[in-house]
């Protein structure tokens, strides 16, 4: 597919190859600079034996450099692979020595027990991106400042540089922090306070681990410089980035420049607090496969945003037509790439998102998957009713992820649930990228999944097992004025006596158990079940269409401390279930 957006000379941007297909011409002598500092004179056409990367072709006549990117045929994919794990919030998974919300330490937990006590292969995970730096904090995952860093609230302070050292210090904001576990809904304001306040405080007395944290940061280069200036700004001048003095709207402008050194101790404390998000999340990924989860978009006021304002169309956002579930479309407020701008910045902003999502990484689900073949733009100031689709270079975005899967070793999954354009599939299926396969939506039994998918009972916008079998799914929506889809609701619930064959005096723990029993016979790559249907949960973690005081979306912990969830038996009779699944044929 090509690109629109606007009128783009052809040849701007990158040479794209694909191993296995016909090489790019090149006209003339080149020097062909490699990506690790080799220097090759090409004279008569690209050699047939390209490595992998970001290269690029010098014309010895004095034309432009064009970079060329190699890429694998298809996404990295693990010979036989065949496992299941828990699909988690984390910000949900809390501990006893948790800070009011789930941490990367909690995830190390979970992940050496399930690995190691039940046979886990994989934690799928909600996205960790960071939200801005401010009160009140962004409760979304999926509307994050930056996909590019974490968030802080995930950190262990306690397991931070020179903590311990501290001493009371910490230990005065940690036990106002255990103490906010008290309530089952997450007070991210209350946590960002205590956290920042902690941090803060080790970050002063000089505690930094300077060796790591330089390394770090040139190894991150510009993009976490920009974002750590972001952050540095948006505590000045608060949240709204077009709203601020005009000198700091752009990262290129001279004023920036003379802030970031006037602020470079301020600056220095987020990269540092990227550093310690890196180094927990290696570690909690040492046991088994962490799946992480790649938001569609970023909020237009946050970092990201304001780093790639130039790559960025001004004036709309990203959504979706009308269907029969949303008469008047969606409009999720995210601002997209213009497609031909995106390429003449050589896929930088798409490299860096993807790269960063598959760090520490064994997998990444990407949400909207649909989103690197079209987008649906909605201008401002309408309704969905008067959007369109944009179209995106397809090629060389899923180049780009196959290389990145390549380096990492690490699988991809598609999330293409709703609205797919025919082919879509077709094509995700020829890049070994993971089909996303939910048991309320498939008309048919597990067992004729697709080997290539993420097979899973629910998702996090979906009613939990419980929820849908005793009704009160149904009526929270009515309770938080949600039109309910009745019809719709009682269908699944067929469905689901259906495929377990209980009766409806059945009990929603067997009821879960029966209908993960029926999963487990599917033949994909990957099998989930979600921590809220394991325990018995009632509420989903989000229900599409409520915003604010209306109901607690993203902001429910689950309803037993890990520590509880380790004596549990229903984790360990799930697992028995999951981890029965036959190696493939």
Known sequence: MGATGGAAPPDAGPLVHRHGQPLPAVEGAVELALEDGTLLRVDRGLPPDLPLGYHDLRPLDGRPAVPLIVAPSRCHLPEGLRTWGWAIQLYALRSRESWGIGDLADLRQLADWSAMALGAGAVVLNPLHAALPLVPQEPSPYFPSSRRYRNPLYLRVEEAPGAAE?????????????????????????????KMAALGGLWARGAAGADGLARYRVREGRGLEEFAVFCALAER??????????????????????????????????????????????????????VTDLAIGFDGEGGDAWAWQ?????????????????????DWGLPPFVPHRLRAAGYGPFVETVRAGLRHAGGMRVDHVMGLFRL??????????NGAYVRYPTDDLLAILALESERAGALVIGEDLGTVAPGVRERLFAERILSTRVLWFEPGPPAGYPGLSLAAVTTHDLPTVRGLWTGSDLREQEAVGVL?????????????????????????????????????????????????????????????????????????????????????????????ILGRRPPMS
Do not use: C, M, Y
């Not at 001279?254 to 927990?280: C, I, K, P, Y």
């Open 166 to 194: 501290a001493g009371l210090d910490v230990e005065r904001l940690a036990v106002e922090g255990r103490a906010l576990n008290a309530e089952r809904r997450i007070d991210r304001d209350a946590v960002f306070r205590l």
């Open 237 to 290: 001048h608060g949240s709204g980035w077009r709203r601020w003095p005009a000198e700091h709207r752009h990262p290129a402008s001279s004023a920036v420049a003379r802030f970031a050194a006037e602020q470079r101790e301020r600056v220095a404390f987020h990269a540092w607090l990227q550093w310690l998000l890196d180094e927990q999340l290696a570690r909690a990924g040492r046991a088994l496969r962490l």
């Open 310 to 330: 130039d790559v960025l169309a001004q004036g709309v956002t990203v959504g979706a037509p009308p269907d029969d579930f949303a008469l008047e479309g969606q």
């Open 376 to 385: 649906f733009w909605v201008p401002g100031g309408a309704t969905a009713r």
């Open 484 to 576: 309910p889809n009745v019809a719709g609701t009682e269908a699944l619930r067929s469905r689901l006596r259906e495929l377990t064959r209980l009766p409806d005096d059945a009990s929603p723990d067997a009821v879960a158990l029966s209908i993960h029993r029926r999963l487990a016979e599917a033949p994909s790559v990957l099998v989930a079940a979600t921590l809220e249907d394991v325990l018995g949960a009632a509420e989903r973690p989000n229900l599409p269409g409520t915003t604010g005081d209306r109901r607690a979306n993203w902001s429910l912990a689950l309803p037993k401390a890990l520590e509880e969830i380790e004596t549990d038996p229903r984790p360990r009779a799930f697992a028995e």
